[in-house]
């Protein structure tokens, strides 16, 4: 094994006999494309919606509940799936994420929340670990489509505009202290300040 | 050789029993004898002609959204005057009292729950909804206009009702 892997390594550190430098380098460069490309499109797939309900964990309990919600079906047809909320958009953040996801495939493995009732028990953590995400990065998955700064208050209805101009603009909160449950159902609320009404309080009461 | 046997007359009288079918059905579908069939067909409530022709729905009406609607009688639950849809109500959590209930009333101007939730069918005062209460959309409901399907002649509300007031 030891002389295998020596015998390799020596032929990996020595010059190139055959093949001249040109033809290393493009070679080199298109297998660096093609390699890439696979990357990205491997990754990319395990982002679609498909690939998440591949798993009967997945079909049967979030995606269930996204089915009736307008971020799946909506008189206009745009619409946010799995991975639009779930998976950072940036590279970096993508990669770690999907990294962690690891985690999630030992889960699949051990069928953690194979159950509609083990998922039920878990839905408060696996929420609050959202909640916590999107806290974290001021709701970014969010603002990827819903940029505040192209937002008409004045069509939003009365309080909606306001907490908005107040809270929203101010960054004293962020999308998440609000919108909680958009896409799946709340678990048990107790302890949650659902609407953060102590931090709209304070904001209205503000004199102007 | 058997399918050249086929081609040669059998083609054309398949052909010839196909279509006579075909004219038999259409003649079925299109209610070749009008007038005295058609009385005889049962007349639902529906608007066509007999349960063979599809109706087109009508348009779905618009939800009464912003203002509150008037009550008919007193004690009547009142309406909701705002969209419902995806509202979460069930045993993990009731989405109306987010604006309804605690805080959400002097926020938002949603109307507060009356006092009457707060008490169970033993006439106790408790510190949470009653549990009898928790589902709004048992009494209460979005309003739409929409054009009755049959007559109602109920014009004020039933004499039982009137009796349990005084």
New interface residues.
């Given amino acids: 094994m030891k002389r295998w892997f020596r015998e390799y390594w020596r032929i990996f550190r020595s010059p190139s006999v055959h093949f001249s430098l040109g033809a290393l380098a493009i070679g080199g460069f298109v297998a660096g494309i093609i390699f890439w490309g696979g990357f990205n499109t491997a990754l990319e797939a395990t982002n679609s919606e498909q690939f998440c309900i591949s798993c009967h964990e997945m079909k049967a309990n979030p995606f269930a509940e996204l089915r009736?919600?307008?971020h799946y079906t909506n008189r206009s047809g745009v619409r946010a799936t799995c991975a639009d909320c779930h998976v950072p958009h940036d590279w970096m953040d993508k990669i770690a994420r999907k990294m962690e996801a690891s985690k999630e495939v030992w889960g699949w493995i051990f069928g953690t929340i194979n159950t509609p009732e083990k998922f039920e028990d878990k839905?408060r953590e696996l929420a609050e670990r959202e909640w916590a995400r999107l806290q974290a990065n001021d709701s970014l998955e969010c603002r990827n489509c819903h940029h505040f700064e192209y937002m008409d208050l004045t069509l939003q209805r009365n309080?909606a505009g306001q907490i908005h101009s107040l809270v929203l603009s101010t960054g004293q909160g962020t999308c998440i202290d609000c919108h909680k449950?958009i896409a799946h159902?709340?678990?048990?609320?107790s302890g949650v300040p659902?609407?953060s009404?102590q931090l709209?309080?304070a904001v209205?009461q503000q004199p102007d | 050789m058997k399918l050249r046997g086929l081609g040669g007359l059998g083609v054309t009288s398949a052909v010839l029993v196909i279509s006579a079918l075909l004219v038999i059905n259409a003649m079925l579908l299109t209610n070749a004898v009008p007038g005295a069939a058609a009385a005889e067909r049962p007349q639902g409530i529906r608007s066509a002609e007999s349960i063979a022709d599809s109706t087109q729905a009508p348009a779905l009406p618009a939800r009464q959204q912003g203002q509150l609607v008037p009550r008919v009688w007193e004690r009547q639950p009142p309406v909701i005057p705002h969209d419902t849809r995806?509202q979460?109500i069930?045993r993990?959590?009731n989405?109306c009292l987010?604006?309804h209930q605690?805080?959400?009333p002097s926020?938002?101007?949603a109307t507060a729950i009356s006092a009457t939730h707060y008490v169970n069918r033993d006439g106790e005062a408790l510190q949470r909804l009653a549990g009898a209460r928790y589902f709004c959309l048992s009494c209460h409901v979005p309003q739409q206009s929409v054009p009755l399907l049959t007559g109602s002649r109920v014009s004020q509300p039933p004499a039982s009702l009137e009796e349990n007031e005084q």
């Fill in positions: 009736s919600t307008i839905r309080l449950g159902r709340l678990p048990e609320m659902v609407w009404w709209l309080e209205l | 995806g979460q069930d993990r959590h989405r987010d604006c605690g805080a959400g926020l938002t101007g």
